[in-house]
């Protein structure tokens, strides 16, 4: 069931609920936590607006998506216009930038990777199917692009470099999202706009590094060859 309409307190519900399963995870955080975190006396408060817990996880999801995606693909027609994008390095910009700064709220506070890096170990299918096939077509274009500029190797090595690339954004971003949330110190490095561009960099190593001579993409044991899952985020 769909929330009713948006209103203040659902907005603030959604927020306040995003920031215990960052911190708990979805199975670590009741409706009855939700609704006392967010001051409402009557604990079927997210039964009332969202319909059940699981609901609630899917609004939660595919805003986050749906703001990430948008980002992503205006991002990629910007850089289409002009020929582009023409290097890894551009992609994967795209790629971490998109995903920061994500509460547009005045709240300011961003718990949003934090939530999707912990669903997707625990509950991927959820995830999956919170996106129904459609908040993501940005990343399918960034991959797209990447194949195009990688150095030759097989298919699935690069699928399996794509696996280790979306491990490295959550972590990374999630690391930093929790360290701009802690508001009891300063924390200058993952503050500055450098330390991105220097992460994106690192990820860029990771993506164009040359295949070792000899080396072949590990198979599934269906005999298939892996293929590049979903986005972390």
Not at 21 to 44: L, P
Not at 61 to 87: F, Q, V, W
Not at 106 to 127: C, K, N, P, Q, W
Not at 179 to 184: K, P
């Amino acid at each position: 069931m769909s929330s009713k309409q948006p209103g203040a307190a659902a907005e603030h519900m959604k927020r306040v609920a995003r920031r215990l399963f960052a911190e708990r995870g979805v199975d670590g955080v009741t409706v009855r936590d939700i609704a006392e975190a967010a001051g409402q006396k009557n604990h079927g408060a997210v039964s009332y607006h969202f319909g059940s817990k699981e609901s609630l996880v899917r609004e939660i999801i595919r805003d986050g998506a749906i703001l990430i995606d948008a980002r992503r693909n205006a991002a990629l027609d910007a850089l289409e216009e002009t020929g582009g994008p023409g290097s890894v390095e551009q992609v994967v910009e795209v790629l971490v930038f998109t995903a920061t700064a994500m509460d547009e709220s005045a709240t300011g506070e961003d718990s949003y990777i934090r939530f999707v890096t912990m669903l997707g170990m625990t509950h991927r299918d959820l995830f999956l199917s919170a996106l129904e096939g459609r908040w993501n077509s940005g990343y399918l274009r960034c991959l797209d692009h990447l194949r195009r500029l990688m150095p030759d190797m097989p298919a699935a090595m690069k699928n399996q470099r794509f696996v280790f690339m979306g491990a490295y954004l959550s972590s990374i971003l999630s690391l930093r999202e929790a360290a701009l949330t802690d508001t009891s110190r300063a924390h200058p490095i993952w503050q500055s706009e450098q330390t991105l561009r220097h992460f994106a960099r690192t990820m860029t190593a990771l993506i164009e590094t040359p295949a070792e001579a000899g080396t072949q993409p590990t198979r599934a044991r269906n005999g298939k060859r892996t293929e590049a899952g979903a986005p972390s985020f």
